[in-house]
């Protein structure tokens, strides 16, 4: 708002979400997700020299996500279940990760940005124990997966094992969120 001379104009910013009632698409999408059930073990693991296979100790972990199409609005729920580890477990962890691409003449430049990083496990866990995974979604550094020729917008999981020698096992999942 402009004022006279002698005072200062006023500015005011605002922040507003934009939030529309989901698509009968999406409302059937949603639906018909069944829960994601994966299981990590030493031979699940990719990425790891021929060399350091004897290295890797006996474990599987075994869990499941109540979906991998996520509503914004909802937490992100599942299981991880420690069958056997032979080694002690540091910690376990879950990693919310945005992947932005944008396409160009030569190819894509993708950036992955940490969004959220939450602790579920400290400690060596029980063995066959249920522990619970549950994850809210961070309001203001998460949107609707967005794909175009342009450019893509995507969120994955990490979730993380890290054992007392320090050693990490990752296993990835692909989410797609709406609202």
């Known amino acids: 708002m402009q004022r006279s001379m002698l005072a200062k104009d006023l500015k005011r910013t605002l922040e507003f979400i934009v939030e529309t009632e989901p698509t009968e698409e999406t409302k059937q999408m949603a639906e018909s ?36 199409f996520c509503d914004i609005a909802k937490p992100l729920q599942g299981t991880i279940t ?12 879950l990693q ?9 003449m030569e190819g894509e430049a993708r950036e992955a940005t940490e969004i959220q990083n939450i602790q579920i496990a400290d400690g ?5 124990l249920t522990l619970p995974i549950y994850m809210v979604f961070p309001r203001l550094f998460t949107c609707s997966t967005t794909k175009s020729k342009a450019f893509k917008i995507e969120f994955e999981l990490n979730l993380i094992l890290v054992f007392v020698d320090s050693h990490m096992v990752t296993e990835n999942f692909s989410l797609v969120l709406h609202r």
């Not at 060596?124 to 066959?128: I, L």
């Open 33 to 68: 997700q069944k829960p994601f059930e994966f299981s990590i073990s030493p031979d699940s693991l990719q990425n790891v020299r021929k060399q350091a296979r004897h290295k890797i100790p006996d474990f599987l972990f075994e869990g499941q996500l109540d979906t991998t």
């Open 82 to 93: 420690i069958r056997k580890c032979a080694v002690d477990i540091k910690s376990i962890e």
């Open 96 to 104: 919310l990760v945005r992947v932005e691409t944008c396409s160009y």
């Open 124 to 128: 060596n866990v029980t063995h066959d």
